[in-house]
């Protein structure tokens, strides 16, 4: 039985292992007056990490580890920033974990909750750098 209860606390954690609805990839593009344009130059940057990139790409980024900052420059534009901060993970992903015990038909249960995620969440799908000319 206690073989049974460890193979399903597995498969329970292994739902707990996501990095958010979009699984840590950011769509980011630079744009003027709404219109999407390849070729600026961007660092984004988190409390973890920086990437050097190229408009538009999508950027594998993991969890939220902090603000995300996106500084784009491209010849004849100013420089643009956007940042933002991570998406709550709402709830957080939680392990139920359940005992019972009783005699015959008669049963007696206790549940708790345990958060295993301490992540700060996750960004969003996508990112646009609204870009102005000089």
């Known amino acids: 039985m206690w073989r049974y209860a460890g193979l399903v606390f597995s498969f329970l954690l292994i ?11 950011v769509y980011i593009a630079s744009a003027e007056n709404g219109q999407e344009f390849g070729g600026a130059s961007c660092t984004v940057l988190n409390n973890a990490q920086s990437w ?5 790409t999508t950027l594998s980024i993991g969890r939220a580890s902090g603000e995300l900052r996106v ?5 004849g534009y100013r420089t643009s ?5 991570p998406i709550s993970g709402g709830s957080g992903s939680n392990v ?19 958060p ?4 700060g969440g996750y960004y ?4 646009i750098v609204n870009m102005n000319r000089l």
């Open 15 to 25: 739902g707990c292992a996501s990095t958010g609805p979009n699984n840590g990839q």
């Open 52 to 56: 050097n990139i190229v408009t538009p």
């Open 71 to 75: 500084v784009c420059n491209r010849a």
């Open 81 to 85: 920033e956007v940042r933002l901060p």
């Open 96 to 114: 139920g974990v359940g005992l019972g015990g009783g005699t015959g038909a008669v049963g007696l249960g206790l549940g708790f909750r345990v």
């Open 116 to 119: 295993i995620s301490s992540s």
């Open 124 to 127: 969003p799908s996508r990112v």
